[in-house]
T-cell receptor
Framework: AQKVTQAQTEISVVEKEDVTLDCVYE???????LFWYKQPPSGELVFLIR??????QNEISGRYSWNFQKSTSSFNFTITASQVVDSAVYFC?????????????FGKGTLLTVNP | GAGVSQSPRYKVAKRGQDVALRCDPI?????LFWYQQALGQGPEFLTY????????KSGLPSDRFFAERPEGSVSTLKIQRTQQEDSAVYLC??????????????FGPGTRLTVT
C-alpha cells in the first residue's frame, strides 16, 4: 500500500526566511511519481511539480526547489526567501503503477504561514 | 482556456436528502477523478473515469455514492440519503491522457458540502 507522510502540520515563518517542507513516502513499486500541490485559501489545488522515480536530479524553479532522495524515500520542498503570497497548505502526493489508473495518494498537508 | 469547473460551489443539505455535484473538466481531457477532502485532511480518491468508462470506484465510501460520465465529458457525483459524515469538499480533477501517462491532474475549485 502506498502512503505519504507530511510530519509538519503547521509552519510559521517571517517573510524572506527559507523554509523546507518535508515529505516521506512509502510504496512497493519501483516505478512511481511524486507531486507537490499548493492549496491557497481559495481552495483550488495548484500543481507545482511532478518527478518520476528514475530521476533523482534536484530541481529548481525560481524560489522553489525540490530534493528527491530515494535512499530515504523523501521528496522535500524548499521555498527560498519566502513571501506572504506563499501562505497556503502544501500537499505532497504519490502515484504508483498499480491498477489501471493513476490516482494520487496525498499526505495530510502542511499549512505554511508567512508573516510580513 | 477554461480550467476545471464545478457546481455548485457550496451545498447545504439536510440529512437524508440526495445531492448531485457537477464537474466540467478541461475540454478534451480523457481522464477524470473525484476526490473527497475532509476538513484539515488531504484529498482522498473516490473514483476514476477514462472517457465514459468508470475504471476504478474503489474509493467510494458506500453504495450511497454514485458517479457517472455518460458522454465522456461532464461528470456528476451523486450522494443519496446524505449523512453528516459526508460533509466535505468534493474535488474534481482532469488530465489530458490515459493511464499510460503520468500527466499532472488539474483540479477544480471544489464543492463544499455541508450536511445538517
Amino acid at each position: 500500500a502506498q502512503k505519504v507522510t507530511q510530519a509538519q502540520t503547521e509552519i510559521s515563518v517571517v517573510e524572506k526566511e527559507d523554509v523546507t517542507l518535508d515529505c516521506v513516502y512509502e510504496t512497493r513499486d519501483t516505478t512511481y511519481y511524486l507531486f507537490w500541490y499548493k492549496q491557497p485559501p481559495s481552495g483550488e489545488l495548484v500543481f507545482l511539480i511532478r518527478r518520476n522515480s528514475f530521476d533523482e536530479q534536484n530541481e529548481i524553479s525560481g524560489r522553489y526547489s525540490w530534493n528527491f532522495q530515494k535512499s530515504t524515500s523523501s521528496f522535500n520542498f524548499t521555498i527560498t526567501a519566502s513571501q506572504v503570497v506563499d501562505s497556503a497548505v502544501y500537499f505532497c502526493a504519490l502515484s504508483d503503477s498499480g491498477g489501471s489508473n493513476y490516482k494520487l495518494t496525498f499526505g495530510k498537508g502542511t499549512l505554511l504561514t508567512v508573516n510580513p | 482556456g477554461a480550467g476545471v469547473s464545478q457546481s455548485p460551489r457550496y451545498k447545504v443539505a439536510k440529512r437524508g436528502q440526495d445531492v448531485a455535484l457537477r464537474c466540467d473538466p478541461i475540454s478534451g481531457h480523457v481522464s477524470l477523478f473525484w476526490y473527497q477532502q475532509a476538513l484539515g485532511q488531504g484529498p482522498e480518491f473516490l473514483t476514476y473515469f477514462q472517457n465514459e468508462a468508470q475504471l476504478d470506484k474503489s474509493g467510494l465510501p458506500s453504495d450511497r455514492f454514485f458517479a457517472e460520465r455518460p458522454e465522456g465529458s461532464v461528470s456528476t457525483l451523486k450522494i443519496q440519503r446524505t449523512q453528516q459524515e459526508d460533509s466535505a469538499v468534493y474535488l474534481c480533477a482532469s488530465s489530458s491522457r490515459t493511464s499510460g501517462s503520468r500527466d499532472e491532474q488539474y483540479f477544480g475549485p471544489g464543492t463544499r458540502l455541508t450536511v445538517t
